[in-house]
């Protein structure tokens, strides 16, 4: 069964101190990798799309990785406003509806000054 | 530039009652999708539609749930009857052609007593 799961499930960091989150997936057939923010009481707010292993994709202070079993998303020198779950989501071929997207847990951030 | 746009924001009705969400996609936009999510069981898609069509509707948990897509701007999703094990909130979102980076509204939150 396709599944994608996230780690750590919570994370509490200082201002400036540096971490990654990790997502590992299993699918049939990977068709794109997608990293999406959600803030308290708001919709999901996409970030990334990753495509093929070795793809790096960044924004500000996030940068996103991928191979052919995870993606990190790497925070440098985060900021409190980095706050925010950060969701991992993949699109496989291999289910039957090819536009839908598995997402997983998420990994709560907490920034701290 | 207007996102999807979810009405209500927040619902909260008694055990038995028909409760209807509503969701206007951004416009030019040809696909849309129905999530739901709670804490246990993160973000799950319910259905989704390509071109007011539905084409995956594996998600949607029970009969008691139905969902509509009469034109490309505005779509439902009804559950009747209510209970209390479907509160949690429900996202709509929505995908240009050719692409398949969603993007997100602010959701509903459904409370059933």
């Known amino acids: 069964e396709d599944q994608v799961t996230q780690s750590p499930e919570a994370l509490r960091l200082q201002e400036g101190e540096s971490s990654s989150l990790n997502c590992s997936y299993t699918?049939?057939?990977?068709?794109?990798l997608f990293w999406y923010r959600q803030d308290p009481g708001k919709g999901p707010e996409f970030l990334f799309t990753?495509?093929?292993a070795g793809e790096e994709k960044e924004k500000e202070r996030l940068k996103a990785t991928l191979t052919k079993k995870e993606s990190f998303l790497h925070i440098t020198a985060p900021k409190p406003e980095d706050s925010a779950t950060y969701l991992c989501a993949v699109r496989d071929l291999g289910n039957q509806a090819g536009t839908a997207l598995i997402f997983g847990k998420g990994t709560t951030l907490s920034v701290s000054s | 530039d207007a996102g999807v746009i979810q009405s209500p924001r927040h619902e909260v009705t008694e055990m038995g009652q028909e409760v209807t969400l509503r969701c206007k996609p951004i416009?030019?936009?040809?696909?849309l999708f129905w999530y739901r999510q709670t804490m246990m069981r993160g973000l799950e898609l319910l259905i989704y539609f390509n071109n007011n069509v539905p084409i995956d509707d594996s998600g949607m948990p029970e009969d008691r749930f139905s969902a509509k897509m009469p034109n490309a701007s505005f779509s439902t999703l009804k559950i009747q009857p209510s209970e209390p094990r479907d509160s949690a909130v429900y996202f709509c979102?929505?995908?240009?052609?050719?692409?398949?980076?969603?993007?997100f509204g602010p959701g509903t939150r459904l409370t059933v007593t």
């Open positions: 699918v049939s057939g990977l068709r794109g």
């Open positions: 416009s030019g936009h040809n696909s």
């Open positions: 979102a929505s995908t240009a052609s050719g692409s398949y980076e969603q993007y």
């Open positions: 990753l495509y093929s």
